[in-house]
């Protein structure tokens, strides 16, 4: 098609992905063209604008590699992975779910625990916290057999993976749940901590005057054939970034019931006050049992980012709010 002006871009473009055979291709396509041009046109982007543009997503290639996604973390960092989380869980965004963000620290190969062991595995400071977790079908019922990948930052921020103090997975647990459901485990109080900002996406918070901190939180991955892998994260309310997550993925479902307690008996000898505990009951969907591609591979071949992750550390008091 001859271009005879702008309207008839957006024409020439659309009719040529007409041409896919790929339905679903063509569905997204289609979709994406329109907004895009619709968005150039709604925001008058200059050509200079448009070369920036052009910049940005190389420098997201360009600063990716297989221990760093940039793109995930931009993706994060504009609220668009919680989107598309919210719209493919809770009956596809029609109800609450505690679904939420894969994040980039999972490993496969979680130390398999028992229920009510501790996934400490190298002295790691911090007050003490007793979990209990249940997992339920959408019917209320309890769901046996589904194993539970768990995993924290430690009290000082940090993922074994980056930190070479750390054990080899510690904060790291594998679980089953019981006949009832239920499993419970023993760790440690996690802390909030600050994403990369070396890069494109370090421009955009820089940009947008807005502070790169996570507030504290602990991950699951649940896995059962039969129902959709759910994938969570459960926040502590009084973080102080908890209204500010760089990353919105802060729902209300996720806030978890951390509670403190003080003299009073604890559930191990040995515990020192102020110690924690959670209860927390996750509704799994039907679907299939798939496991996502582990975003990072061993604590050896994480090792070479720690420069680039405790850079992001020591940088973060400039980014505060
Ligand atoms: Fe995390």
């Known amino acids: 098609m001859i271009i005879e002006g702008p309207d008839s871009v957006t024409k020439a473009v659309l009719s040529e992905i ?46 990716s590699n297989a221990f760093h996604n940039e793109a995930v973390l931009m993706s994060g960092s504009l609220g668009v992975s919680t989107l598309v989380c919210l719209l493919n869980n809770g009956n596809n965004g029609a109800t609450e779910t505690t679904a939420n963000l894969l994040g980039p620290f999972w490993r496969l190969d979680s130390p398999r625990t028992e229920s009510g062991d501790s996934i400490i595995r190298s002295p790691t400071p911090g007050p003490e916290l007793f979990c209990n977790i249940l997992v339920n079908d959408r019917d209320g019922k309890p769901i046996a057999d589904a194993e539970v990948d768990v995993w924290q930052s430690s009290t000082e921020g940090l993922y074994e993976n980056q930190d070479p103090t750390q054990a080899d997975m ?32 370090g421009d955009l918070l820089k940009a947008q005057g807005r502070h790169n901190m996570r507030p504290a939180h602990l991950h699951f ?7 959709k892998t759910h994938i969570s994260q459960v926040y502590l309310p009084d973080d102080p970034n908890i209204e500010t997550d760089v990353q919105f993925g802060v729902t209300k479902r996720l806030l978890g019931d951390y509670v403190r307690h003080e003299n009073e008996k604890p559930p191990a000898p040995g515990v ?11 509704i799994m969907e039907p679907g299939t049992a798939k496991l996502p591609r582990a975003p990072i591979e061993d604590k050896a071949k994480t090792a070479q980012m720690r420069p680039k992750y405790l850079a992001a550390v020591d940088r973060q008091p400039a980014m505060a709010k």
């Not at 896919?20 to 291709?25: E, I, L, S």
């Not at 991955?221 to 129902?227: E, R």
């Not at 020192?272 to 996750?282: E, G, I, M, V």
């Open 170 to 201: 510690n904060l790291r647990g594998k679980f089953t749940t019981g006949k009832d459901g239920r499993f419970s485990f023993r760790s440690i109080k996690p802390a909030g901590y600050p994403i990369p900002i070396d890069g494109p996406v």
């Open 18 to 63: 007409e041409r896919a055979p790929n339905p679903r291709f063509r569905e997204v396509m289609t979709a994406l063209v329109k907004h895009l041009h619709a968005f150039i046109r709604e925001a008058k982007l200059t050509e200079e604008e448009f070369h920036q543009g052009c910049a940005i997503v190389n420098a997201i290639g360009q600063s």
């Open 272 to 282: 020192k006050d102020p110690w924690f505990s959670l209860d927390y009951t996750f």
């Open 221 to 227: 991955l649940i896995y059962k054939p039969g129902y």
